[in-house]
């Protein structure tokens, strides 16, 4: 299981979505109060999904098939969430001139899940071929 190499891409993306969310905030408010993503419902559920999804993708390390299933509804669902982040950053209220909010890191970590489910998939859909391949030869 962790020899193979989507499965540290996936341990990568639990890493990123379950983890590394609770410690880097999204943006800061205008009083500078770091808004995290547990303050939001929405955000919270869908990180809950994804980190699910990611968890569910590693242990079912024999079923490729679903797996890659899986990590597309991953891909998607972590796309959704960074399409609200986007939306809500760029409708951040009341920017004057001596309390501006700060974009944060953390509302670019779903593009770097995405990156590595991406990568996970990719070498899923080689071992596959691979085995595809070795049926083959029989």
Do not use: C, H
Not at 33 to 44: E, H, L, S
Not at 58 to 82: A, D, G
């Amino acid at each position: 299981m962790l020899q193979r190499i989507q499965t540290v891409y996936l341990i990568l993306t639990f890493v990123i979505t379950g983890v590394l969310m609770f410690f880097i905030p999204l943006w800061s408010l205008n009083n500078s109060k770091p808004f995290y993503f547990m303050q939001d419902q929405v955000y919270t559920v869908l990180l809950g999904l994804s980190t699910m999804l990611t968890i569910i993708s590693i242990i079912s390390y024999k079923k490729r098939q679903n797996q890659f299933v899986m990590n597309r509804l991953n891909i998607i669902l972590n796309l959704i969430l960074l399409g609200l982040f986007v939306y809500r950053s760029l409708n951040l209220s009341g920017e004057t001139v001596n309390a501006v909010s700060e974009k944060g890191i953390g509302m670019f970590l779903p593009i770097v899940a995405i990156v590595l489910l991406v990568l996970a998939n990719k070498a899923i859909k080689k071992d596959e071929d691979l085995v595809k391949s070795v049926d083959r030869l029989r």
